[in-house]
């Protein structure tokens, strides 16, 4: 048994013409809209930044609701430099600050240049 089509084919005197109802024409809009959808998007997310703070009290928040202990990003990596530094006796030199997008080393004074160098 052949499958059933809505396609009516007309015969002229030197050629065949295939008359479609229309069934495939909405195709050619949906994939075009598709397309124009999923490239908005890429442009959206490409110019989007995201809000660390947020993230941050998103991934603490999470970690409350699962019963783990939340441990800030590097965390362990500041301790071990402010412990390093008070060995070396440089910790009123250097100040180490952790802010959510990582850490900052802030040196004061003239711990790596002579004064006017």
Do not use: C
């Not at 008359?19 to 598709?34: F, K, P, R, T």
């Not at 993230?55 to 928040?61: D, M, P, S």
């Not at 441990?71 to 362990?76: D, Q, R, T």
Request: zero cysteines; charged letters at 25%.
């Amino acid at each position: 048994m052949s499958s059933h089509t809505n396609k009516k084919k007309i015969v002229y005197k030197d050629r065949v013409v295939v008359q479609d109802d229309g069934e495939g024409n909405w195709l050619v809009s949906y994939a075009d809209m598709m397309t124009l959808l999923f490239g908005f998007f890429v442009i959206v997310s490409a110019f989007s930044k995201p809000d660390t703070e947020k993230l941050e009290k998103l991934k603490q928040e999470t970690a409350k609701a699962m019963g783990v202990k939340y441990e800030k990003p590097n965390e362990n990596l500041t301790n071990s430099l402010e412990a390093v530094l008070k060995a070396l006796g440089l910790e009123k030199e250097v100040q180490i600050i952790s802010t959510d997008e990582g850490i900052s080393i802030i040196s004061k004074g003239t711990l790596f240049f002579d004064s006017g160098s």
